[in-house]
């Protein structure tokens, strides 16, 4: 994974977790700004994908199994669509921090991810 986007991704993943988390911390229901916080992070996650299987294909390979990294980057993916999925069925101000539980759990696989993938 390439420093920018390890970059890139762990500010927007921890600013989504603080920011989700500040609204459950005010008890406001679940709303566009926090849900389209996680929205970020899953289209720049996107961006990730694409990004991985060029480089994949090219001449860069993972220091770990390139299918470990595949893994992590597939399950990144998920995470924040179910956060969403969850926080708009159950419209509880609890659910605020199911998307900062979300967003914090796509920061630690990013840096997962980034520990697997060569920093050159």
Do not use: C
Not at 65 to 87: C, D, G, H, K, N
């Amino acid at each position: 994974m390439p420093d920018f986007f390890f970059l890139a991704l762990s500010v927007l993943a921890a600013a989504a977790a603080i920011l989700t988390a500040g609204f459950g911390v005010a008890k406001r229901l679940p709303h566009l700004i926090g849900l389209g916080a996680l929205a970020l992070v899953e289209l720049a996650l996107l961006v990730q994908l694409v990004t991985s299987i060029v480089l994949a294909t090219g001449t860069v390979s993972a220091r770990a199994s390139v299918a470990e990294f595949f893994i992590y980057l597939v399950v990144a993916l998920l995470v924040p669509l179910l956060a969403m999925f969850w926080a708009l069925v159950e419209r509880v101000f609890w659910s605020n921090y199911v998307l900062a539980v979300g967003a914090f759990t796509v920061f630690v696989m990013v840096a997962r991810m980034h520990i697997l993938w060569p920093n050159s």
